[in-house]
């Protein structure tokens, strides 16, 4: 029985994440074009990646998807404050692999460095057997396509005076990971427009990881004392008072699905929404 497409994509190492290798990219030069016509060049440092999910890319039949998304990153000398972490949902500077390729950061923009190729070029080709995204890698790219679509619109009052205190809730969240504790905000307020003199009331929650919350007496400690400085660091925005009954941190365990649905993930792309 003849392998279908899907089989056949999957069994050359194609998947997200995945990475077209430089003898491939003549083939996708027609798909690599800016509006206009002009042909995007490829250097051989450069990472063109695979960011469809994995299940789209090996879809048995091309009807279903006839075609990848890829991103065109380039490498940069370092990670720049503004492009890490998420907080521009317009442009990702990131590291691709730690393991193999620990020097190397890649920027991209979400729009202009996005093209769509024809999956069937993938059957007769290998990814790159060198270069490929971490699963870690893999999920940041794509959380922050999703985050580009999925952000909460807060108010713009709201957002000019959260400005005041971005160092220092940047510094607050310095020492979370990512894997270990989410922040989470909600805003009673969150659809008004408020004049000077009004007040957003808002109660902040720190999710942390069960495991953490039970096994790693530092890890919560760190936890805590993050906590405390992000909440100071809100309480000193004018036009901003924190619910300090609601505010707390909380094991992922019993932080409650209504709770979940009544706040919003905290990500810095949300102070930037109206640039």
Known sequence: MQPSLGEKIAGQG???????????????????????GQTVTVSENDWIVVVSQTCDVVAQKIEAEPFVEM????????????????????????KPNRDTHDAVVLTAHAVADRYLVPRELMCDHSSDRVRHLT???????????????????????????IRQASEMLEVALEPLKDDIAEVRISIREKYDELQ????????????????????????????????????????????IQVDQALSDVYSGAVFSWQATRSSDDWNFANLTHRE
């Open 14 to 36: 194609w998947g997200a994440g995945a990475v077209v290798p430089y003898d491939m990219i003549p083939l996708l030069e027609p798909s690599l074009i800016h509006p206009g």
């Open 71 to 94: 991103l065109h990153c380039r490498p940069i000398p370092k990670l720049r404050r503004q492009y890490k972490e998420l907080r521009s949902t317009r442009t990702l500077d990131f």
């Open 135 to 161: 699963p870690i890698a893999t999920t940041r790219v794509l959380s922050w396509y999703a985050l580009r679509y999925a952000r909460p619109a807060w108010p713009d009052a709201f957002v000019k005076r």
């Open 196 to 239: 000077d003199g009004e007040v957003y009331h808002v109660a902040i929650f720190f999710v942390v990881d069960e495991a953490i919350w039970e096994g790693d007496v530092d890890g919560r400690d760190a936890i805590h004392k993050a906590f405390a400085k992000f909440v100071s660091a809100i309480n000193k925005c004018g036009g």
